[in-house]
């Protein structure tokens, strides 16, 4: 519900912003019409890199299986997501950006105690960096840029555990 998705990111927005600022701005799409053409506007990017010979994009190697599946009638992209929760902020600012994947994480935690499960929807945000026709579809604010997008809703599965954790990298200077 709106309710339910107004609580989430209250939670998440109390999440610490550089200086702070609190500069992470939010846009929830919740119309189901308006995910699926976002679905099929990432995989016209995609398709458009491909072709292009994708200079200075860091390909999927699985995009061609991908764009497969999308032909198919699968949706790969937003997975038919009942809620897309969208940050952005100013463009170019890197301080706003970390901000907004700071309270996406947080969205992100606080979610599972709701009974919400989340995913980044990380092939978006490459066609929200660097699509003009997605650009134009999100009508963000002037010079605002997309800086974090997850797919929201309710879990299909319960999982009892994350997935395993590879042991972290440290190096202690002491």
Known sequence: SNDKLAKLIETARKAPT???????NWMVICNRD???KMSSMVIDYYRSVMESGASGVNLNPHLGKLI???ESGIDVILHKTPALIITHAQKGNHLSFVNCIIAMSNLELAAAGMGLGCC???FFMAAAAG????????SLPEGHECCGAMMTGYPRFRYHRIPPRKQ???????
């Open 34 to 36: 308006e995910v699926f």
């Open 68 to 70: 497969k599946e999308w």
């Open 168 to 174: 972290p990298v440290i190096t202690w200077r002491m």
């Open 18 to 24: 550089g200086r702070n600022a609190q500069d992470v």
């Open 120 to 122: 980044w929807a990380g």
């Open 131 to 138: 699509y003009e026709p997605m650009k134009e579809f999100l």
